[in-house]
């Protein structure tokens, strides 16, 4: 799979979103919204929580 974002982009949109729509990022929502964010997370992340947790983390 090829990716169009490097993890620090995927964490950095996370941690945007975040506090930009507080703190309930549903997987489906963003599947829906941002698809782009969410196949590059899972590319990188084991699963949407994860990359929620690490984002939060960095």
Do not use: C, D, H
């Not at 309930?24 to 590059?40: A, C, G, T």
């Amino acid at each position: 799979m090829e990716t169009s974002m490097s993890v620090e982009e995927v964490m950095n949109q996370i941690s945007e979103l975040m506090q930009k729509e507080g703190m309930l990022l549903r997987k489906k929502q963003i599947k829906k919204s941002n698809p782009e964010l969410m196949k590059n997370a899972l590319y990188y992340f084991s699963s949407w929580e994860t990359a929620i947790e690490q984002s939060i983390g960095s």
